[in-house]
């Protein structure tokens, strides 16, 4: 039977603790014994343990990661900046399931054990990112969990075609559907919100829509999605990422549009944006899901990021002036609890009789693994390491696995 002791760990709160792992899942977490390591027995050395982070919101298929540097292209609109990522994307075609596969690969070395992806979807591209996600996904299985979300990034309305692919993504076992600026993109709130949500409800999907309006435009969107989500029972199932106008609103509107986003669930991704964002500690503090996601990863509207979240929390920490340990551990929440919640998953442990799915880090405390990511991390799947940076001996026998083939160089 496989058994595994880890010994000398810290909790969250900085506590020593030990935690015992059989056949992959934890079969007690206790106060760090006294007692000399035996065999079998990994010292973690006073490291903190954590479970693995969740990755919210990111964009496997348009990261240059893994191809020479380059550089951004700027573009005066959403649409034309569209038009340049089509071009500057299309130079790059052949690679794109190599690039795809190394940012993921990246996220797992990062400690990420579950990853919501957005795929392009629209006339032009038709399904070509969304079966090599398809197969990414099954390549991963084990490793890393992937949710996929069919994203209209050319619009639905203004792109004939696009609603019956995404449909046809759903089908095929995208579990989200994407939505993007029903204003800035289609000029349509209702054609737009009602293709979205029609869809979700036809085939019981999840929604996720890019919402990056402010003032009346957005207040216009958030009610049409409220409405929607109330009058179609989809509480818990629908995700606004970025919402930066929810940074900006009257205080008539902002007590209506959060009572209503708590009320309903309606969860809310920031990846700590460079200019307006939303407030993270007050949504929180008023019951609103708020979580992380890395978004775009050095690709042509972004040459910014690495994938890691727990990079993300400490920017948008940084970003909210969150200085005391408390705050410090809601921006943990994000990229781990919160983001486990607004995806629809189990939520993070480490407990017990739940799978031995851990991030041990290089640091004392959440607050400490916020306020400074830790390079030392290594990554437990299921009881056994699937990726090890800073943890080289063990005492007694190992527990590592032989690695997939795909996965070998990243582990290299
Ligand atoms: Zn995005």
Request: proline share 5%.
């Amino acid at each position: 039977m496989a058994w595994t002791i880890l010994r000398n760990g810290r909790n969250r709160e900085g506590d020593p603790i030990d935690v015992e792992i059989t056949e992959g899942r934890i079969v007690a977490l206790r106060s760090a014994s006294t007692a000399p390591m035996a065999d079998g027995e990994v010292d973690l050395d006073g490291r903190l343990v954590l479970p693995l982070l969740v990755n919210g919101h990111a964009h496997l298929d348009k990261t240059f990661l893994g191809t020479e540097w380059q550089p951004h292209v700027p573009g005066s609109s959403v649409i034309e900046r569209i038009k340049i990522e089509k071009r500057l994307r299309a130079d790059l075609v052949e690679s794109a399931g190599d690039r795809e596969r190394l940012l993921a690969e990246r996220m797992i070395e990062f400690g990420t054990g579950a990853l919501r992806t957005h795929v392009d979807v629209d006339a032009a591209l038709g399904l070509s990112g969304l079966e090599r996600m398809l197969k990414l996904r099954e390549d991963l299985r084990g490793l890393l969990d992937i949710q996929l979300v069919a994203f209209p990034q050319s619009g639905i309305v203004r792109d004939p075609g696009s609603y019956e692919l995404l449909e046809e993504a759903i089908r095929l076992g995208a579990e989200v559907i994407g939505g993007i600026d029903p204003i800035g993109i289609d000029g349509d709130v209702d054609g737009h919100l009602d293709a979205v949500f029609g869809l979700a409800d036809r085939r019981g999907a999840m929604i996720d829509i890019h919402l990056h309006a402010v003032g009346d435009d957005a207040v216009r969107e958030y009610r049409g999605i409220i409405t929607r989500t109330r009058a179609l029972g989809m509480e818990g199932r629908v995700v606004l990422s970025h919402a930066f106008g929810l940074g900006a609103l009257g205080a008539r509107e902002q007590e209506e549009i959060f009572n209503a986003l708590a009320e309903l669930r309606i969860a809310i991704m920031s990846n700590g944006p460079a200019g307006l964002m939303p407030p993270v500690k007050q949504l929180a503090e008023q019951g609103v899901i708020v979580f992380a996601g890395s978004d775009n990863v050095r690709d042509a509207w972004w040459p910014f990021g690495s994938g890691d979240v727990l990079d993300v929390a400490r920017n948008i920490a940084c970003r909210s002036g969150f200085l005391r340990d408390e705050d410090l551990g809601l921006a943990l929440d994000l990229a781990t609890s919160n983001g486990a919640c607004a995806l629809g998953l189990p939520t993070c442990g480490p407990k017990v009789g739940e799978p031995a799915d851990l991030l041990v880090v290089d640091a004392g405390s959440a607050a400490e693994a916020v306020a400074n990511p830790p390079v030392g991390r290594d990554v437990m799947r299921s009881g056994e390491w699937v990726s090890r940076r800073r943890l080289h001996t063990v005492s007694g026998p190992t527990n590592r696995r032989e690695s997939p083939a795909q996965f070998t160089s990243a582990l290299s």
